[in-house]
Protein backbone atom coordinates (compact mmCIF):
# COMPACT_ATOMS: atom_id res chain seq x y z
CA UNK A 1 0.00 0.00 0.00
CA UNK A 2 1.32 3.57 -1.02
CA UNK A 3 0.68 4.99 2.44
CA UNK A 4 2.97 2.20 4.24
CA UNK A 5 5.98 4.41 2.45
CA UNK A 6 4.88 7.42 3.50
CA UNK A 7 4.91 9.08 6.53
CA UNK A 8 1.07 9.86 7.53
CA UNK A 9 -1.98 7.40 8.35
CA UNK A 10 -5.60 7.03 8.18
CA UNK A 11 -7.86 8.04 10.19
CA UNK A 12 -11.02 6.15 12.06
CA UNK A 13 -13.26 7.53 9.36
CA UNK A 14 -10.71 6.07 6.50
CA UNK A 15 -9.43 9.47 5.64
CA UNK A 16 -5.81 10.40 5.06
CA UNK A 17 -4.04 11.99 8.41
CA UNK A 18 -1.57 14.75 7.87
CA UNK A 19 -0.02 15.37 11.61
CA UNK A 20 -3.16 13.83 13.04
CA UNK A 21 -5.39 16.18 11.32
CA UNK A 22 -8.07 14.80 8.48
CA UNK A 23 -6.99 16.21 5.36
CA UNK A 24 -10.19 16.23 3.76
CA UNK A 25 -11.18 18.35 6.80
CA UNK A 26 -8.54 20.89 5.85
CA UNK A 27 -9.68 20.88 2.06
CA UNK A 28 -12.96 21.76 3.32
CA UNK A 29 -11.56 24.58 5.58
CA UNK A 30 -8.78 26.05 3.40
CA UNK A 31 -9.77 25.20 -0.05
CA UNK A 32 -7.27 23.74 -2.59
CA UNK A 33 -5.21 23.23 -4.20
CA UNK A 34 -3.81 23.69 -0.67
CA UNK A 35 0.14 22.83 0.62
CA UNK A 36 -0.07 20.89 3.88
CA UNK A 37 3.18 20.45 5.67
CA UNK A 38 3.34 18.34 8.83
CA UNK A 39 6.02 20.59 11.09
CA UNK A 40 7.13 17.69 13.40
CA UNK A 41 8.36 15.83 9.97
CA UNK A 42 10.25 19.57 9.34
CA UNK A 43 12.03 19.69 12.57
CA UNK A 44 12.55 15.48 12.68
CA UNK A 45 14.28 16.02 9.33
CA UNK A 46 16.96 18.75 10.84
CA UNK A 47 17.42 16.83 13.83
CA UNK A 48 18.39 14.08 11.58
CA UNK A 49 21.47 16.00 10.38
CA UNK A 50 22.14 18.13 13.30
CA UNK A 51 22.10 15.11 16.04
CA UNK A 52 24.23 13.12 13.57
CA UNK A 53 27.36 15.58 13.28
CA UNK A 54 26.96 15.97 16.96
CA UNK A 55 27.19 12.10 18.19
CA UNK A 56 30.12 12.42 15.56
CA UNK A 57 32.45 15.26 17.73
CA UNK A 58 33.00 17.05 14.79
CA UNK A 59 32.47 21.02 13.56
CA UNK A 60 29.60 21.61 11.65
CA UNK A 61 26.83 23.85 10.01
CA UNK A 62 23.28 22.46 8.70
CA UNK A 63 22.25 24.82 6.24
CA UNK A 64 18.72 24.74 5.05
CA UNK A 65 18.46 25.44 0.95
CA UNK A 66 15.88 27.71 1.31
CA UNK A 67 15.19 27.30 -2.50
CA UNK A 68 13.14 24.56 -1.63
CA UNK A 69 10.18 26.21 0.03
CA UNK A 70 10.87 29.60 1.78
CA UNK A 71 8.36 31.55 3.83
CA UNK A 72 8.55 33.56 7.26
CA UNK A 73 7.08 30.56 8.69
CA UNK A 74 9.44 27.82 7.83
CA UNK A 75 12.23 30.11 8.18
CA UNK A 76 11.09 30.69 11.70
CA UNK A 77 10.66 26.87 12.13
CA UNK A 78 14.34 26.32 10.78
CA UNK A 79 15.65 28.72 13.33
CA UNK A 80 14.23 26.94 15.86
CA UNK A 81 16.08 23.87 14.96
CA UNK A 82 19.54 25.79 15.21
CA UNK A 83 20.11 25.34 11.07
CA UNK A 84 22.22 27.97 9.24
CA UNK A 85 20.30 29.30 5.89
CA UNK A 86 21.23 29.07 2.19
CA UNK A 87 19.50 31.82 -0.01
CA UNK A 88 20.32 33.00 -3.48
CA UNK A 89 18.58 36.24 -3.52
CA UNK A 90 17.35 39.48 -2.86
CA UNK A 91 13.69 38.07 -2.25
CA UNK A 92 15.31 35.01 -0.24
CA UNK A 93 17.65 37.17 2.04
CA UNK A 94 14.32 39.92 2.61
CA UNK A 95 12.55 36.78 3.63
CA UNK A 96 14.81 35.87 6.18
CA UNK A 97 15.24 39.43 7.25
CA UNK A 98 11.16 39.62 8.02
CA UNK A 99 11.54 36.16 9.81
CA UNK A 100 14.29 37.82 12.26
CA UNK A 101 16.75 34.85 11.09
CA UNK A 102 20.05 35.42 12.68
CA UNK A 103 22.32 37.15 9.65
CA UNK A 104 25.50 35.65 11.02
CA UNK A 105 23.90 32.01 9.84
CA UNK A 106 22.83 32.99 6.33
CA UNK A 107 25.05 31.81 3.14
CA UNK A 108 24.26 33.81 -0.33
CA UNK A 109 24.49 31.60 -2.82
CA UNK A 110 23.61 32.45 -6.82
CA UNK A 111 25.70 32.45 -9.89
CA UNK A 112 24.68 36.15 -11.01
CA UNK A 113 24.67 38.14 -7.96
CA UNK A 114 23.80 41.71 -8.95
CA UNK A 115 25.93 44.64 -7.14
CA UNK A 116 21.82 45.14 -5.06
CA UNK A 117 22.39 41.64 -3.91
CA UNK A 118 25.83 41.91 -2.79
CA UNK A 119 25.58 45.27 -1.05
CA UNK A 120 22.41 44.15 0.65
CA UNK A 121 24.38 40.85 2.12
CA UNK A 122 27.32 43.15 2.96
CA UNK A 123 25.17 45.71 4.88
CA UNK A 124 23.48 43.17 6.92
CA UNK A 125 26.67 41.02 7.73
CA UNK A 126 25.44 38.09 6.45
CA UNK A 127 27.69 34.86 7.59
CA UNK A 128 29.32 34.20 4.40
CA UNK A 129 29.36 34.92 0.47
CA UNK A 130 29.64 31.78 -1.50
CA UNK A 131 31.88 33.38 -4.86
CA UNK A 132 30.90 32.20 -7.66
CA UNK A 133 33.02 34.18 -10.50
CA UNK A 134 35.46 36.92 -11.37
CA UNK A 135 32.90 39.38 -11.70
CA UNK A 136 31.55 38.88 -8.16
CA UNK A 137 35.05 38.93 -6.86
CA UNK A 138 35.49 42.94 -8.34
CA UNK A 139 32.11 43.67 -6.98
CA UNK A 140 32.65 41.93 -3.29
CA UNK A 141 35.96 44.10 -3.15
CA UNK A 142 34.26 47.25 -4.46
CA UNK A 143 31.83 47.48 -1.89
CA UNK A 144 33.62 46.10 0.87
CA UNK A 145 36.47 48.82 0.41
CA UNK A 146 34.26 51.46 -0.34
CA UNK A 147 32.38 50.66 3.14
CA UNK A 148 35.01 50.04 5.01
CA UNK A 149 33.72 46.18 5.91
CA UNK A 150 35.08 42.83 5.32
CA UNK A 151 33.03 39.84 4.65
CA UNK A 152 33.66 35.67 4.79
CA UNK A 153 33.35 33.69 1.54
CA UNK A 154 33.28 30.44 -0.05
CA UNK A 155 34.37 29.95 -3.70
CA UNK A 156 32.27 27.42 -5.25
CA UNK A 157 34.08 24.93 -7.60
CA UNK A 158 33.28 22.58 -10.05
CA UNK A 159 35.04 19.22 -9.27
CA UNK A 160 33.68 17.59 -12.79
CA UNK A 161 31.31 14.85 -10.78
CA UNK A 162 28.86 13.58 -13.25
CA UNK A 163 26.25 11.94 -10.48
CA UNK A 164 23.36 9.80 -11.64
CA UNK A 165 20.52 12.35 -11.97
CA UNK A 166 18.31 14.70 -14.39
CA UNK A 167 20.81 16.48 -16.37
CA UNK A 168 18.75 19.71 -15.31
CA UNK A 169 19.70 19.12 -11.73
CA UNK A 170 23.54 18.41 -12.50
CA UNK A 171 25.81 21.20 -10.81
CA UNK A 172 28.90 19.57 -10.91
CA UNK A 173 30.10 18.71 -13.67
CA UNK A 174 33.13 20.94 -15.95
CA UNK A 175 30.30 22.02 -18.38
CA UNK A 176 28.06 24.38 -15.49
CA UNK A 177 27.04 28.07 -15.34
CA UNK A 178 28.52 27.63 -11.59
CA UNK A 179 31.56 28.08 -10.37
CA UNK A 180 34.83 28.49 -10.92
CA UNK A 181 36.48 25.36 -12.64
CA UNK A 182 39.10 23.19 -11.20
CA UNK A 183 40.54 21.64 -14.30
CA UNK A 184 41.60 24.89 -16.22
CA UNK A 185 43.34 26.86 -13.61
CA UNK A 186 40.31 29.18 -12.69
CA UNK A 187 40.40 28.09 -9.44
CA UNK A 188 44.25 28.51 -8.79
CA UNK A 189 43.59 32.23 -9.82
CA UNK A 190 40.61 33.07 -7.95
CA UNK A 191 42.51 31.48 -5.07
CA UNK A 192 44.74 34.59 -5.14
CA UNK A 193 42.58 37.14 -5.93
CA UNK A 194 40.35 36.03 -2.59
CA UNK A 195 44.10 35.40 -0.77
CA UNK A 196 45.42 39.30 -2.17
CA UNK A 197 41.98 40.88 -1.04
CA UNK A 198 42.18 43.07 2.87
CA UNK A 199 38.94 42.86 2.59
CA UNK A 200 37.74 39.27 1.85
CA UNK A 201 38.56 36.16 4.11
CA UNK A 202 38.63 33.20 2.41
CA UNK A 203 37.36 30.75 4.38
CA UNK A 204 37.41 27.51 2.26
CA UNK A 205 35.72 26.04 -0.67
CA UNK A 206 32.31 24.84 -1.43
CA UNK A 207 31.12 22.43 -4.00
CA UNK A 208 27.38 21.14 -5.02
CA UNK A 209 27.45 18.32 -7.51
CA UNK A 210 23.45 17.70 -7.91
CA UNK A 211 20.07 16.54 -6.61
CA UNK A 212 17.98 14.37 -5.87
CA UNK A 213 21.53 11.61 -5.29
CA UNK A 214 20.96 7.84 -3.49
CA UNK A 215 24.54 7.41 -3.09
CA UNK A 216 27.50 8.79 -1.19
CA UNK A 217 29.83 8.00 -3.72
CA UNK A 218 29.96 11.23 -5.92
CA UNK A 219 30.10 12.95 -2.54
CA UNK A 220 32.92 11.38 -1.52
CA UNK A 221 34.55 11.25 -4.84
CA UNK A 222 34.14 15.46 -4.76
CA UNK A 223 35.90 15.88 -1.40
CA UNK A 224 38.79 13.75 -2.69
CA UNK A 225 39.02 16.13 -5.52
CA UNK A 226 38.82 19.15 -3.13
CA UNK A 227 41.19 17.87 -1.07
CA UNK A 228 44.12 17.01 -3.86
CA UNK A 229 43.00 21.36 -4.70
CA UNK A 230 43.53 22.18 -1.08
CA UNK A 231 46.99 20.25 -0.48
CA UNK A 232 47.98 21.95 -3.88
CA UNK A 233 47.17 25.67 -1.91
CA UNK A 234 48.67 24.31 1.58
CA UNK A 235 52.11 23.27 0.09
CA UNK A 236 52.54 26.49 -1.84
CA UNK A 237 50.83 29.57 0.16
CA UNK A 238 50.17 27.03 3.96
CA UNK A 239 46.53 27.95 3.04
CA UNK A 240 44.56 25.77 5.33
CA UNK A 241 40.54 26.63 4.95
CA UNK A 242 38.29 27.10 8.03
CA UNK A 243 35.21 25.70 5.84
CA UNK A 244 34.88 22.57 3.58
CA UNK A 245 31.13 22.89 2.37
CA UNK A 246 29.95 19.75 -0.27
CA UNK A 247 26.90 20.88 -0.59
CA UNK A 248 23.26 19.38 -0.57
CA UNK A 249 21.24 17.39 -2.90
CA UNK A 250 20.57 13.84 -0.65
CA UNK A 251 17.67 12.25 -2.52
CA UNK A 252 14.55 11.41 -0.70
CA UNK A 253 11.18 8.72 -1.82
CA UNK A 254 8.87 10.32 -4.30
CA UNK A 255 8.09 6.47 -5.73
CA UNK A 256 8.71 2.98 -5.01
CA UNK A 257 11.73 3.11 -7.46
CA UNK A 258 13.82 5.85 -4.93
CA UNK A 259 15.63 4.49 -2.52
CA UNK A 260 17.25 7.35 -0.36
CA UNK A 261 19.44 6.39 1.96
CA UNK A 262 18.80 7.61 5.83
CA UNK A 263 20.32 10.60 6.48
CA UNK A 264 22.88 9.56 9.33
CA UNK A 265 24.32 7.64 6.34
CA UNK A 266 25.28 11.11 4.04
CA UNK A 267 26.63 12.08 7.14
CA UNK A 268 28.81 9.81 8.42
CA UNK A 269 30.28 8.66 5.02
CA UNK A 270 30.67 12.50 4.49
CA UNK A 271 32.56 12.95 7.55
CA UNK A 272 34.41 10.21 7.46
CA UNK A 273 36.10 11.09 3.84
CA UNK A 274 36.91 14.23 5.11
CA UNK A 275 39.05 13.58 8.21
CA UNK A 276 40.50 10.79 6.22
CA UNK A 277 41.73 13.37 3.50
CA UNK A 278 42.47 16.17 5.99
CA UNK A 279 44.96 13.35 7.93
CA UNK A 280 46.20 12.48 4.49
CA UNK A 281 47.63 15.80 3.52
CA UNK A 282 48.18 16.96 7.55
CA UNK A 283 46.07 19.47 7.41
CA UNK A 284 43.55 20.86 10.10
CA UNK A 285 40.22 19.32 10.03
CA UNK A 286 37.83 21.82 8.59
CA UNK A 287 34.22 22.61 9.75
CA UNK A 288 32.16 20.40 8.01
CA UNK A 289 29.33 22.57 5.78
CA UNK A 290 25.98 21.03 4.12
CA UNK A 291 22.92 22.10 2.78
CA UNK A 292 19.95 20.28 2.74
CA UNK A 293 16.63 21.85 1.08
CA UNK A 294 14.46 18.71 -0.25
CA UNK A 295 15.92 16.89 2.01
CA UNK A 296 13.85 18.46 4.86
CA UNK A 297 10.86 20.05 3.02
CA UNK A 298 10.30 17.37 0.62
CA UNK A 299 8.74 14.58 2.37
CA UNK A 300 7.05 16.72 4.91
CA UNK A 301 4.44 18.38 2.24
CA UNK A 302 1.38 17.15 0.52
CA UNK A 303 -0.52 18.47 -1.59
CA UNK A 304 -4.38 18.27 -1.43
CA UNK A 305 -6.63 18.72 -5.05
CA UNK A 306 -10.28 18.38 -5.65
CA UNK A 307 -11.13 16.53 -8.72
CA UNK A 308 -13.07 17.95 -11.21
CA UNK A 309 -13.79 16.26 -14.50
CA UNK A 310 -13.41 12.48 -16.15
CA UNK A 311 -12.38 11.90 -18.94
CA UNK A 312 -13.01 8.11 -20.16
CA UNK A 313 -10.75 7.09 -23.71
CA UNK A 314 -11.77 3.43 -23.80
CA UNK A 315 -9.33 1.10 -24.49
CA UNK A 316 -6.06 4.05 -23.77
CA UNK A 317 -6.50 5.57 -20.76
CA UNK A 318 -9.02 7.08 -18.07
CA UNK A 319 -8.13 11.05 -17.55
CA UNK A 320 -9.03 12.38 -13.64
CA UNK A 321 -8.64 16.19 -13.93
CA UNK A 322 -8.01 18.45 -10.72
CA UNK A 323 -8.21 21.83 -10.25
CA UNK A 324 -4.05 22.50 -10.14
CA UNK A 325 -1.50 21.41 -11.92
CA UNK A 326 1.83 23.37 -13.27
CA UNK A 327 0.83 26.06 -11.76
CA UNK A 328 1.45 24.95 -8.30
CA UNK A 329 4.28 22.10 -9.30
CA UNK A 330 6.28 22.43 -12.60
CA UNK A 331 8.45 19.40 -11.82
CA UNK A 332 6.33 16.91 -13.61
CA UNK A 333 6.58 19.11 -16.67
CA UNK A 334 9.48 20.54 -16.08
CA UNK A 335 11.78 16.95 -14.77
CA UNK A 336 9.58 14.43 -15.57
CA UNK A 337 9.26 13.95 -11.92
CA UNK A 338 6.82 11.20 -10.80
CA UNK A 339 4.86 11.17 -7.36
CA UNK A 340 2.75 8.76 -5.58
CA UNK A 341 -0.68 9.68 -4.39
CA UNK A 342 -4.06 8.24 -2.63
CA UNK A 343 -7.46 9.91 -2.49
CA UNK A 344 -7.56 11.34 0.81
CA UNK A 345 -11.42 10.75 1.12
CA UNK A 346 -10.91 7.34 0.24
CA UNK A 347 -7.32 6.55 1.46
CA UNK A 348 -8.93 3.04 3.61
CA UNK A 349 -10.73 1.61 0.59
CA UNK A 350 -8.52 -0.82 -2.16
CA UNK A 351 -7.20 0.87 -5.24
CA UNK A 352 -9.40 -0.50 -8.28
CA UNK A 353 -8.91 1.56 -11.25
CA UNK A 354 -5.73 3.18 -13.12
CA UNK A 355 -6.04 7.34 -13.77
CA UNK A 356 -3.83 9.57 -15.06
CA UNK A 357 -4.23 12.90 -13.13
CA UNK A 358 -4.33 15.98 -15.04
CA UNK A 359 -3.70 19.94 -13.95
CA UNK A 360 -5.90 22.50 -15.11
CA UNK A 361 -3.74 24.36 -17.67
CA UNK A 362 -3.99 24.91 -20.69
CA UNK A 363 -1.42 22.86 -21.47
CA UNK A 364 -1.04 18.76 -22.52
CA UNK A 365 2.00 18.48 -20.68
CA UNK A 366 0.31 19.50 -17.54
CA UNK A 367 -0.24 15.92 -16.10
CA UNK A 368 0.26 15.50 -12.63
CA UNK A 369 0.74 11.63 -12.29
CA UNK A 370 0.46 8.89 -15.06
CA UNK A 371 -1.07 5.43 -14.10
CA UNK A 372 -2.04 6.23 -10.61
CA UNK A 373 -3.69 3.38 -8.43
CA UNK A 374 -7.03 4.75 -7.04
CA UNK A 375 -10.25 3.28 -5.73
CA UNK A 376 -13.32 4.21 -8.65
CA UNK A 377 -12.81 8.03 -8.35
CA UNK A 378 -15.83 10.71 -8.01
CA UNK A 379 -15.95 14.32 -9.30
CA UNK A 380 -15.22 16.26 -5.37
CA UNK A 381 -12.67 13.35 -4.46
CA UNK A 382 -9.89 15.16 -3.02
CA UNK A 383 -6.65 14.14 -3.85
CA UNK A 384 -3.34 14.27 -2.06
CA UNK A 385 -0.15 14.16 -3.39
CA UNK A 386 2.61 12.99 -1.38
CA UNK A 387 6.14 14.39 -0.99
CA UNK A 388 5.33 17.93 -2.96
CA UNK A 389 7.61 19.98 0.40
CA UNK A 390 10.58 20.83 -2.06
CA UNK A 391 10.13 23.54 -5.18
CA UNK A 392 6.38 22.95 -5.19
CA UNK A 393 5.05 26.61 -4.13
CA UNK A 394 8.50 27.80 -4.36
CA UNK A 395 8.66 27.22 -8.32
CA UNK A 396 4.55 28.29 -8.30
CA UNK A 397 3.47 30.52 -11.03
CA UNK A 398 0.74 32.59 -12.60
CA UNK A 399 0.47 30.73 -15.80
CA UNK A 400 -2.95 31.37 -16.86
CA UNK A 401 -3.61 34.00 -14.17
CA UNK A 402 -3.99 31.18 -12.27
CA UNK A 403 -3.97 32.65 -7.99
CA UNK A 404 -1.43 31.01 -6.26
CA UNK A 405 -2.06 28.04 -3.25
CA UNK A 406 -2.70 28.54 0.26
CA UNK A 407 0.10 26.98 2.67
CA UNK A 408 -1.21 25.13 5.64
CA UNK A 409 1.43 23.85 9.09
CA UNK A 410 -0.09 21.39 10.98
CA UNK A 411 1.65 20.01 14.43
CA UNK A 412 0.46 18.54 17.80
CA UNK A 413 -3.33 18.32 16.23
CA UNK A 414 -3.23 22.15 15.52
CA UNK A 415 -3.28 23.71 11.89
CA UNK A 416 -2.60 26.84 10.94
CA UNK A 417 -2.63 29.02 7.78
CA UNK A 418 0.96 30.53 7.12
CA UNK A 419 0.32 31.85 3.46
CA UNK A 420 -3.10 33.06 2.41
CA UNK A 421 -4.47 31.93 -0.88
CA UNK A 422 -4.15 34.18 -3.37
CA UNK A 423 -6.98 35.82 -4.67
CA UNK A 424 -7.83 37.56 -8.71
CA UNK A 425 -7.13 40.60 -6.85
CA UNK A 426 -3.49 39.79 -6.17
CA UNK A 427 -3.09 38.55 -9.66
CA UNK A 428 -3.79 41.61 -11.31
CA UNK A 429 -2.63 44.24 -8.77
CA UNK A 430 0.52 45.20 -10.70
CA UNK A 431 -1.22 45.70 -14.04
CA UNK A 432 -1.22 49.47 -15.27
CA UNK A 433 -4.18 50.70 -17.76
CA UNK A 434 -2.59 51.41 -21.49
CA UNK A 435 -3.76 54.97 -21.79
Known sequence: MILDHHPFNINDVGHLAIGGIDAVGLSEKYGTPLYVYD?????????????????????????????????????????????????VSQGELYT??????????????????????????????????????????????????????????????????????????????????????????????????????ENIHFKGLHSHIGSQLFETDAFVLAAKVLFRKLADWHAEYHYSPDVLNLGGGFGIRYTEGDQPLDYSTHVKELTAVVQEQAAYFNMPLPEIWIEP????????????????????????RNYVSVDGGMTDNIRPALYHAKYEGVLANKAGKTATDTVSIAGKCCESGDMLMWDLPVPAVESDDILAVFSTGAYGYSMASHYNRFPKAAVVFVENGRDQLVIKRETYHDVVKNDISYE
Open 96 to 197: ALQAQFPVDRIHMHGNNKSANELEMAIDYDIGCIVVDNFHEIELINEILQRKNKTMDVLMRVTPGIQPNTHQYIVTGNEDSKFGFNLADGQADEAFLQLQNS
Open 39 to 87: VSLIRANCRRFVETFEALGVRAQVAYASKAFSSVAMLQVIKQEGLSLDV
Open 293 to 316: GRAIAGNAGVTLYTVGSIKEIPGV
